[in-house]
Every structure is written in structure tokens, then in C-alpha cells.
T-cell receptor, first 115, second 116 residues
Framework: GAGVSQSPSNKVTEKGKDVELRCDPI?????LYWYRQSLGQGLEFLIY????????KSGLPSDRFSAERTGGSVSTLTIQRTQQEDSAVYLC?????????????FGPGTRLTVL | AQTVTQSQPEMSVQEAETVTLSCTYD???????LFWYKQPPSRQMILVIR??????QNATENRFSVNFQKAAKSFSLKISDSQLGDAAMYFC?????????????FGKGTHLIIQP
């Protein structure tokens, strides 16, 4: 079946603009995760969803970042007033449930470049 | 908080040879999961192997095996009979087995080069 998909694959934006990154998880996967991969910080966990709920948003880097999930499926990560330090690859993953032994399946990521 | 350390930014091995990638971690928890992920240039992270901390037996998946030393908090990956397709970034990752859902904690990665 289809894997996790993310769009766009690449996004170039100007500093100060808002961007939306989309993640489409594997069908039937109730848990969804966002990570950020940057040269300086490596791979950082940002937020997870169980269904449409994100109980803990403390991993988001600043209040310019927000995420939502609708219908227990597609999720969007929104970055407002982008800054150059937001440049990174944003990875999404999904799993069957939140149980910690469940394998997380990753998408190909969105490379965000803020000029 | 847990931390994962990969001390080898880059490793190189001849095709068909064996290579070992190192990983150490720090945690106060007794139950957890450890993973090795592969990230080729396509960027898509692929699970290579998984180890449950409560299992003493080292996990094996075909040419990939781990050496899990719980007391030393060490989790190395051995790749036997290296193939050109094994060239990629390899990330060691940790996840708590406790209640609550956390994301994976990753190391900085090791870039594996396969010499033909």
C-alpha cells in the first residue's frame, strides 16, 4: 500500500512569510509525528497526534509553529512569519498506534528554505 | 532527558566487508526501545533493526545485527557483507517504553560510505 506522503517536496520562501507543510499518513495509522532535521540540531521531535488530538505541544520550537490534524488523517504543520533558522527538512511519520514498540513509518520530508 | 550519541560522523568500508557503527545512550529508565534507521539521499528514513531493552538476545535482520550492552548503555550496529546499497546516513534512536507517547530521540548520525 501507499506510504506516508508529504507535500511539497521542497519549499522556498521569503523571511516573514507563512508556510504550510502537509503530511498524509498511511491509511489506518492513528498516530502521527512531526520531526525537524537541521544541520545544527540534527533530528528533533516536534509533536505527535493521536487521532486529531495533540496533547503535548511543548516540542514546537516557538509559538510561530502550529499543527493540526483533521479527520484522523491529514496533518498540516504551519510556520508563521518564517525565519532563516526555520530552514530544515520537516519529516512526518505515522504508526498504527501510540504504543512505543510500534514502528514509525516516515515520509520523504519537506525541505524548507527561508531566504 | 535521554540522549543518544553517535561518535563516528563518517565511516568507510570496502564492499563485501563488515562494518560496525557505534551508538551510546544515556537514560535513567529500565525499559525502552532502541532503533537503527537508515536515511538514503531520498531522505526517507527506513527502519533497519529494533531492540527491546528487556530482551537480552541481540536482534538480527539478515545482514544487520546489533550488539546491545545494557549495562554499558551501548547499542552498535554491525553490517556484514556490505553492499553498495547500504551507503546512507545511519541514525541510532531511543524511545521510552513507559506510559505516554514520546517521539524518537535520535543521535547525530553516521555517514556510511561503501567503497566498490
Amino acid at each position: 500500500g501507499a506510504g506516508v506522503s508529504q507535500s511539497p517536496s521542497n519549499k522556498v520562501t521569503e523571511k516573514g512569510k507563512d508556510v504550510e507543510l502537509r503530511c498524509d499518513p498511511i491509511s489506518g495509522h492513528t498516530a502521527l509525528y512531526w520531526y525537524r532535521q537541521s544541520l545544527g540540531q540534527g533530528l528533533e521531535f516536534l509533536i505527535y497526534f493521536q487521532g486529531n488530538s495533540a496533547p503535548d505541544k511543548s516540542g514546537l520550537p516557538s509559538d510561530r509553529f502550529s499543527a493540526e490534524r483533521t479527520g484522523g488523517s491529514v496533518s498540516t504543520l504551519t510556520i508563521q512569519r518564517t525565519q532563516q533558522e526555520d530552514s530544515a527538512v520537516y519529516l512526518c511519520a505515522s504508526s498504527l498506534g501510540l504504543a512505543n514498540y510500534n514502528e514509525q513509518f516516515f515520509g520523504p520530508g519537506t525541505r524548507l528554505t527561508v531566504l | 532527558a535521554q540522549t543518544v550519541t553517535q561518535s563516528q560522523p563518517e565511516m568507510s568500508v570496502q564492499e563485501a566487508e563488515t562494518v560496525t557503527l557505534s551508538c551510546t545512550y544515556d537514560t535513567s529508565e529500565s525499559d525502552y526501545y532502541l532503533f537503527w534507521y537508515k536515511q538514503p539521499p531520498s531522505r526517507q528514513m527506513i527502519l533497519v533493526i529494533r531492540q527491546e531493552a528487556y530482551k537480552q538476545q541481540n536482534a538480527t535482520e539478515n545482514r544487520f545485527s546489533v550488539n546491545f550492552q545494557k549495562a554499558a548503555k551501548s547499542f552498535s550496529l554491525k553490517i556484514s557483507d556490505s553492499q553498495l546499497g547500504d551507503a546512507a546516513m545511519y541514525f541510532c534512536a531511543y524511545r521510552s517504553a513507559g506510559g505516554g507517547a514520546d517521539g524518537l530521540t535520535f543521535g547525530k548520525g553516521t555517514h556510511l560510505i561503501i567503497q566498490p
